[in-house]
Each structure stands twice: as C-alpha cells, then as structure tokens.
C-alpha cells in the first residue's frame, strides 16, 4: 500500500514537473546551414515574431548587389537590398526578405499625426528590426548571438506611404527608426516562420518517459525495501 501511493505520489510530481518546463528563449540558435556561398551559416530563430534571421547581418557584403561606398562594405541602395535578399537560398530555403516596418507604431517617441500615420524615432518596437533592438537588446555594440552587426542604417522592406521614394530603415548604433531615400545602407536577410524547428517529443513519447521512471524508481524502493 504504502507503495503504491508512493508511485502515485512520484507520478504527480512527474506530471507537475512537465508542465513547468521553462519556456525558450526568444531567440534560438537553430544551427549551422548551408550558405549558399560554399560556407555556412547560423540561422536564428525569433520565436516572439515568428521569423528566422541570418546570423551574419551584413551577408550581403561584397555581394553583387553591394552598390553603396565600396562594393564591398556591404552598404546597398534600397531597391538593390531588395533584390539581395530575394535572390537568397540559405540552408535550401528561399523567400527571404528584408525586415518590415509596421505603421502606426504607438512605442516610437515621435508620433506624426498625419494620415496615414508615420511614427519613427527612439523606442519603436512594432517594427521587425525594432523588436530585435529595443526589446531583444541587439545593437552594434551587443551584437549578442550575430555577426556584424551594422552601426549606421539598415533599410526594411517597407516603402513610406506619404512618398514611396523614401523606405524605412533603422539604426542598430542609436536604436532610432527613420525614413531616408536617396542613400546607400545595409542590408539584413529574413524569413517567415521558424526554417528549422527543434525536435519535440510527442505525448505519448513523453507519458512512455515518465511511466519508465517511475517503474525504475519502483524498483529500486522493492530492492531497498527486501534487502
């Protein structure tokens, strides 16, 4: 008797365990892909927005795209940072893209007013890179789990709606977001919804886990207790 309410004791503790499992952390380090250059490349998983950044936030660097300063800093004018990151394949996937800028976004400090609304300034999280910075912590200086991270613009892929020659882009040394046309900046590669996701345990491959421990466990009692 005594036994068996030990067992039923260890299997509630089991279950109780199981359900306060920490959650991940928001930005997942999926492992080593294929570049698509002949290297290869991390590729990070953001589980708060749902997408997958490359490790290397200046990939396009020396790229044929590259048209800023050099051909090789990595700095692009918009519509060529467009380009550059549609003409992605990083570990077989394709569709990468530029980050996007939401507006209206209520966190930045500059409010506008205008129809349509167009915020920008210090504290945007609404936008993709935003996020990354303001609420992830990744600047130039806390680069964290990337590489190269850019201390002057980097463009999105969102156009500005009060004039569509100017795009969105944001600032990884200041934390700022701004519109700017007419300049070459860098460009950082992304992808919709999580390209590797980690292997979980089915239910039942879970339920088989606990039932072998506890049965060990049982065991292990009947041998302490007969000996």
Known sequence: MRIR????????????????????ATLIDRGIFDDGLGGTMHLIYDNDLDITWLEDANFGAGSPFDDGTSNTDGRMTWQNAVNWARSLTVGGFTDWRLPTTTQPDPSCNNQTGTVPPQDYGFGCTGSEMGHLSNVE???????????????????SSTAFARNPSFAW????????????????????????????PAAVPEPGTLLLIDSGLVGLIAWRYRKRVNA
């Open 5 to 24: 309410a030990w067992i039923m004791g260890a299997c509630f503790l089991f279950a109780l365990g199981a359900s306060t499992v920490p959650a991940q």
């Open 137 to 155: 912590g990744i600047t130039a200086a806390a680069p964290g789990v990337f590489d190269n991270v850019p201390d002057r613009l980097s463009w």
């Open 169 to 196: 882009t944001f600032d990884f040394h200041s934390g700022t977001q701004d519109a700017s046309t007419g300049i070459a900046a860098f460009a950082w590669a992304v992808h919709d919804g999580d390209v590797a």
